[in-house]
């Protein structure tokens, strides 16, 4: 075993907070472990998590492009679709392209999400690990 003692509650949890960051890594591996955390009541746990695990690990070999990150962040967009203005929805929806050409690092259209989120608040997208994976003092997504 991987880990013991985690509950299915806590699985949930924390699948739920790293869906996205999971996403930018791998669709594959966001689909099947969709898969794997809807069948919670049905499979032991502790197989289960030694099961995510080593997915995840899988997942998070993989290189997130610039793609993946457009990918990404307009999933998180269409949340707000219907809470932010037009003229913001043409604003993020050119920091991403932006971002996709190369032009902006990624912080700037993920800052820009995280305005939104801020200003229209939503405890599910607050949560979200992708969307501060990293301490902002080190600046790692400056330069992605």
Known sequence: MLYRGITPA?????HTIHKYLVMAHSQASYRRFGRLV??????????L?????????SALKRRVNRGRHCNVIQHIMGY????????????LSASIESYRQGKIPLVVPINLLKHHIEYHPDEYLKKQVYLQP???????????
């Open 49 to 57: 998590a030694d099961l995510y695990i080593c997915e995840l690990m």
């Open 38 to 47: 809807g069948n919670l009541s049905e499979i032991d746990i502790d197989n």
């Open 134 to 144: 990293y301490p902002d003092s080190i600046g790692l997504r400056d330069t992605i």
């Open 10 to 14: 806590q699985l949930l949890e924390f």
């Open 80 to 91: 707000l679709k219907k809470r932010i203005s037009h003229d913001d929805k043409i604003a």
